[in-house]
Structures are given as structure tokens and as C-alpha cells.
């Protein structure tokens, strides 16, 4: 046992005791076990009801949460969360360790103290329990739902969960305008108890408690449930309260399930500064383990997508498109460029395999368009090296995987991507497990577009490499405003909490904000070359696109150590950043650490002190963007050797980046 967690195992139980003695007026707590997070649970009076349970946080004695109410609601109008009785409560210590096969940390620590709280309510009799866990850096619980001898089935309308911040509370929110929805929206900031009534706030959202600490409000483990969101609880200012998907056949419904049936974890990541809660491991940890027995056949890595840039081709001899001599090319590439994958996609509304994109029309996923020489594309591919990822609309592999994905498995097919989901409703999030597991199956890795956020399913299917769920840089291809880099600054603290990001990366040619403007063949991008460089460190992202075309890699100073820049870690670490301003990112796969800087603001000059080495002397590479990058495009290299006690020094300019590779000398 840890010894730091028996003590507080007994405090509790002496709380558990004062508790039953005080015939439930005080809190039942508990503590994290370097007791810098505490959750109170309590009856409380809220409106014209008594005995309301009501959670409240506090994150180094600093209240982060009030006093807010738990609950739900059922199709037939009955609840639980109104008046309610305690009826037991325990509370023990978690501690366990594991290993990622992909993820941000390789290693993970999982310790907390647990607390479980049985209730009956007064008006339905209905019994149901709220199982609570207090990490060091964070708080989440989740609803349990026993069967019982007049309660077989849950058809659960709504959840009354609710997260009451304190005065000043900003938020970083996401305003969505229906469930249906990619989440690829513009995050605002504006102060919780002024969020308007009519907001469908996606998840996740940022929140800084002025003199408390930062906080990040998302779900973990969501399984055979439906997707939360968040909107101003109107009868609460201040308070945000939940609101979940409903199911497409019955709007009123968001759960149907045999008992007993858990709720997702809600879960609060809490710290003292944005860039903190980068850091936790609390959305896996709550997260079901590996369901895997092997994942070496899982390789992260950098993929082509064509799409991006609408298949544009310089100096070639055929005409660029859904092509068998466009493939080739692409495969050459890749091979030369060392890219490990290349994306079978779309060109002008059309698949690689005939559909019509949008307005959808299906087609059969097994044969490419003619123009496409399928064998011996993959034939092509084997020869150099390079492994094929496929594109496909959703509705296309729905009710095909059992024959379909055998089939992509035996022509050596890396990878798949599902696109133009748009909903997390129960029935979406059931069929998206079904993908990954029937995937796994058949050793191909997946990705998502047109998605809900990541809830921790990476975790179980470890063959979930990456997710969209994010404005991004394809929008730079139709939308006047763009993917500018305080978005991109800002979704890195907000979007980021849930898991990894997709984000159509790589292009080199970008300009200054002031001169960008949107196309859809060769899109130019806002920012850098070096701030591009550095999203392929600061964006957890398992499965990164090189999502421009070759020449505009080819002789690139960059090109080398972005193809060198891993696609999966051992370590990270948020050095430093701000929302929609900056951000300092360092991530270590075995003894190299990498460090990204993204900057939005004014130029500035920041100082990365290098104390997360180890002993003895490092090579620092350093690229960093050309005094002339606005007309030449081009980063420069330099090279110092620097060890623990030493401060790097990255002049970045406005919309501009570096990337720093530490490796140990030997």
C-alpha cells in the first residue's frame, strides 16, 4: 500500500463515523493522497427541496466547485437526486501502474482515493449509487444504476449534473447548434455567468477560477451512453449543467440499457496553470485497460492525405488525381521523405472507391474507381515500404466490417479512417466501439473525422490512433477567417484535454495573418514554417498528416526533422503557454527529448530551462524560422550542447515556432 494513502484511508473512515453521528449534516470527504484535492459530498437545501446530494471541489483548499447538484431523470418522469437518503458510504484507496502502447506517457501511475456513496431517493424509491475519486490533480464521479425487484430498465431522459464555479470564473466554451455536430467550432471566452441561455457548450471547455486554478470539464469512458454537453443553468447564474445526446428515433430518450448500467466519469482536470492540465492521465485512468493482448502490429506514424491539398502536383507528366500514377508518386515520396503511410481519399466530392461524398451516395468499399490499378497500387506501396490508409464514409462501412476489414487486412492495409459521423449519440457511440474493436481484430488502426471528442476508448483499442473533433486546417481551404494560430493556441488548452487531435499538419508555405486568404487547391496556411514544425510536438496526435504536396517538401530544411519527430512518447511535459498566446511543449521518446514552440502574440523571446535532463551533455538541434521566412518560407538549423543547468533561449516571432531535439552525447 502507498504509505502516504493509509492515513488517509483512516481519516476518512473517521469521517465516514463523524458523518453517521451527525445523522448526515456534514460532509462525507475525501481526499487525494497528497491531499491537495478534496471533494465534499452533502444533503443540502436547493429551492424548495431538502436533502439534495450535492458534490463541491476544492483544489489546495481553494474552492474550485460549489455546492452542485447530482441526479437524473427517467422516461417516465421519475428521478433520482431529489430528497434523497444516504445509505452507506465507503471510501478506500485506488493505487495501480501501467504501461500505453500509444499515448502521451508510456508509463502510468494511477492513485487516488475512491468514495462511494449509496442513496435512496424519497419520491421513487429508486436506489443508486455515486461512485467519486479525488486524484491529486483532478475529481471525477460517475452515476452507478443497480437492477432492483421494480427497476429492470433504464430509459434515462436526462441528468441533472450540474458544475456551480466560482465568482469570476472565465470560460473557454465551445457553442455548438444541435448535437448533431463535428465539434469543429470557434471557442469564446467569456465569463461563466454570463454564457447565454441558448448555448450548447461541447466539451471539452477550460475554465480559470481566479486565485483558485485552472480546471478542464470533460467525460471519461463513455460507453453505451450518451455524449454530455454542457449549457447555463438558468435558474443558477454561474452554474453550468448538463445535457446529453439524444437518440435519433426518440429525441426524448438519451439511454436505453438493461440494469445495471454505469454513467460515463464527469470529470474535473484541475491545476494552477492552463498548460498543467495537459499533463494528467486522469481521462485514461478512468478509461477500461487494454483489451488488446499483442499491439505491436500498432505503429504510429505520419500519413499522406491529398485531399488537403485538392491534389495539386508540380513538373509531373500525368494529370494529378484518383490515379494509379498520382498513388505511385505519392508512394516514391513517402518512400524518399521516409513517411511511413500514404491516405487513399477523395478528389472533387468523389472517394477513392466511387461514392459521392456530399451529398452522400454509397458505394461498394472494396474497388477503387478505374483509374486506380488497386493491386497494383498495393503492390507498389509493398515494394517500397509504405503501407495505404483508406478513407471512408461512415454509412458505407456500417453493417460491412465482419467481410470488409478481413479483406483490407489481406491486401496489407495499414489503417482506416471513418468520416461524417457528426453525432455521440448511444447508438453512435456503440457503433464507433464496434469499428475499433472489429478493427483491432483485423490489425487495422483507425482514425476519426467528422467525430465527437475522445472520451479514453484509446486506451482500450490502442488502435485508435487519432480523432478530428476540431476546427482545424482544412478550414483554411474555404473559410475567411481560417485556422488562425490563436485558435490553434487555443484548442491546444481546450480541444487537447480530451486526447488526440487531428488536424490536416505540414504545410510550409504559410504566410502572415494579415495576408492569408482561403483556397481550396494548394491552401496557404497562417503562420510560419517553425510554427507548423512545432504542432508536430505540441499536438498529441498519434497519426500527424503531411497533409501538402511533395515539392513543396522536397528540399525543405524542415522536412528531415519533421519526418524524425516521433508519433508517439514515453513523456510530456507543458513547460509553459497561455491561452490563444503561447505554448511550450516538451514530449521525450526514450532519451531524446523534443520541445515545440508555438507563439501567436507579439515576438517575443522565451527561455526554456533544461532541468527535465538528465546527467551529462546534450546535442541541441535547433530549427528555428529564417529571419526571412515571410518570402523564402525556410527554417535555419543550429546547433549547441547544453546540459540540465543550462536555459535555451527561442526567439519566436509573431505566429512563429521552433522545435529543439535533445539528444544525449555519447
Same mark, same amino acid.
Given at each position: 500500500?502507498?504509505?502516504?494513502? *493509509? ?50 471541489? *476544492? ?8 455546492? =452542485? ?14 430528497? =434523497? ?8 484507496? &485506488? ?16 492513485? $487516488? ?50 458544475? =456551480? ?79 446529453? =445526446?439524444?437518440?435519433? %428515433? ?22 494552477? #496553470? ?15 485497460? $487494454? ?46 521523405? &521516409? ?79 471513418? %468520416? ?8 453512435? @457511440? ?12 483485423? &490489425?487495422?488502426?483507425? #482514425? ?38 490563436? &485558435? ?5 488548452? #481546450? ?140 527554417? @535555419? ?30
Amino acid at each position: 500500500m502507498n504509505p502516504r494513502i *493509509f492515513p488517509l484511508s483512516v481519516i476518512a473512515l473517521l469521517t465516514l463515523a463523524n458523518f453517521a453521528c451527525a445523522q448526515q449534516t456534514a460532509p462525507f470527504l475525501i481526499e487525494s493522497p497528497n491531499r491537495s484535492v478534496r471533494i465534499e459530498i452533502s444533503l443540502k437545501k436547493v429551492g424548495n427541496e431538502t436533502d439534495v446530494p450535492c458534490w463541491r471541489v *476544492f483544489y489546495k483548499n481553494h474552492p474550485i466547485l460549489l455546492d =452542485s447538484r447530482l441526479g437524473a431523470t427517467f422516461e417516465d418522469g421519475s428521478t433520482v437526486g431529489g430528497p =434523497s437518503a444516504i445509505e452507506s458510504t465507503k471510501v478506500r484507496p &485506488h493505487h495501480a501502474q501501467y504501461t500505453v502502447a500509444v499515448g502521451k506517457h508510456s508509463h502510468i501511475v494511477d492513485s $487516488c482515493m475512491e468514495g462511494i456513496v449509496s442513496l435512496r431517493d424519497r419520491a421513487s424509491s429508486k436506489q443508486w449509487t455515486v461512485e467519486f475519486r479525488a486524484y491529486d490533480d483532478g475529481a471525477a464521479f460517475h452515476y452507478l444504476f443497480p437492477s432492483q425487484a421494480s427497476w429492470k430498465d433504464l430509459a434515462l431522459s436526462s441528468e441533472q449534473t450540474e458544475f =456551480s464555479l466560482p465568482s469570476g470564473a472565465v470560460a473557454y466554451c465551445l457553442p455548438l447548434n444541435s448535437f448533431t455536430t463535428s465539434f469543429e467550432g470557434r471557442y469564446q471566452k467569456k465569463q461563466v455567468n454570463q454564457i447565454p441561455d441558448n448555448w450548447l457548450i461541447g466539451l471539452p471547455t477550460s475554465i480559470e477560477c481566479p486565485g483558485a486554478g485552472w480546471v478542464g470539464i470533460t467525460e471519461a469512458n463513455l460507453t453505451d451512453y450518451a455524449g454530455m454537453y454542457l449549457a447555463a443553468n438558468s435558474k443558477h447564474p454561474g452554474s453550468l449543467i448538463s445535457r446529453l =445526446s439524444p437518440l435519433p %428515433d426518440n429525441p426524448k430518450i438519451a439511454v436505453r440499457a438493461a440494469l445495471p448500467h454505469d454513467s460515463p466519469w464527469r470529470v474535473l482536470l484541475l491545476g494552477d #496553470t492552463p498548460g498543467s492540465l495537459l499533463d494528467s492521465d486522469i481521462v485514461f485512468n478512468l478509461s477500461e485497460p $487494454c483489451a488488446l493482448s499483442d499491439t505491436s502490429w500498432i505503429h504510429p506514424g505520419k500519413t499522406t492525405f491529398p485531399w488537403w491539398n485538392d491534389y495539386y502536383l508540380e513538373n509531373v507528366p500525368f494529370k494529378p488525381g484518383l490515379n494509379t500514377a498520382t498513388m505511385k508518386y505519392y508512394i516514391d515520396f513517402c518512400a524518399a521523405a &521516409h513517411i511511413p503511410y500514404h491516405s487513399l481519399d477523395g478528389y472533387k466530392n468523389i472517394g477513392w472507391y466511387g461514392c459521392q461524398i456530399g451529398p452522400h451516395t454509397p458505394a461498394d468499399i472494396t474497388k477503387a474507381v478505374p483509374e486506380i490499378d488497386l493491386p497494383e497500387v498495393l503492390a507498389y506501396a509493398k515494394s517500397k515500404g509504405v503501407k495505404l490508409r483508406l478513407w471512408l464514409h461512415w454509412e458505407d462501412v456500417r453493417g460491412k466490417m465482419d467481410r470488409v476489414f478481413p479483406l483490407y487486412h489481406q491486401w496489407g492495409i495499414e489503417g482506416v479512417m471513418l %468520416d461524417f459521423m457528426n453525432r455521440d449519440d448511444q447508438e453512435m @457511440v456503440n457503433f464507433l466501439r464496434e469499428v475499433v474493436e472489429k478493427a483491432a481484430a483485423n &490489425h487495422l488502426t483507425v #482514425t476519426f473525422h467528422g467525430v465527437f471528442k475522445p472520451t479514453g476508448l484509446e486506451r482500450t483499442y490502442p488502435n485508435l490512433l487519432t480523432s478530428e473533433s476540431v476546427l482545424n486546417l482544412e478550414y483554411d481551404k474555404w473559410d475567411p477567417l481560417g485556422c488562425s494560430p490563436e &485558435h490553434q493556441l487555443t484548442v491546444v488548452f #481546450t480541444r487537447m484535454l480530451a486526447g488526440p487531435m487531428d488536424f490536416h499538419q505540414g504545410s510550409f508555405r504559410g504566410v502572415p495573418v494579415e495576408q492569408f486568404k482561403p483556397r481550396n487547391t494548394a491552401p496557404l496556411v497562417m503562420g510560419s514554417p517553425g510554427f507548423m514544425l512545432a504542432t508536430y510536438v505540441v499536438f498529441e496526435n498519434h497519426l500527424p498528416m503531411v497533409a501538402d504536396y511533395p515539392s513543396a517538401y522536397r528540399n525543405h530544411p524542415a522536412l528531415p526533422m519533421l519526418a524524425r519527430i516521433p508519433a508517439n512518447w514515453d513523456e510530456t511535459r507543458c513547460l509553459t503557454g497561455a491561452v490563444g498566446d503561447y505554448i511550450v511543449m516538451a514530449r521525450r521518446k526514450g532519451d531524446d527529448w523534443y520541445v515545440g514552440a508555438m507563439n501567436a502574440g507579439n515576438a517575443r523571446t522565451r527561455d526554456v530551462p533544461l532541468r527535465l535532463l538528465g546527467k551529462g551533455k546534450y546535442r541541441a538541434q535547433i530549427e528555428s524560422d529564417d529571419p526571412n521566412w515571410k518570402t523564402n518560407h525556410r527554417t @535555419v538549423e543550429s546547433v549547441q550542447q547544453v546540459s540540465a543547468g543550462d536555459t535555451l533561449k527561442l526567439n519566436l516571432d509573431s505566429a512563429g515556432g521552433a522545435v529543439v531535439r535533445l539528444s544525449p552525447e555519447k
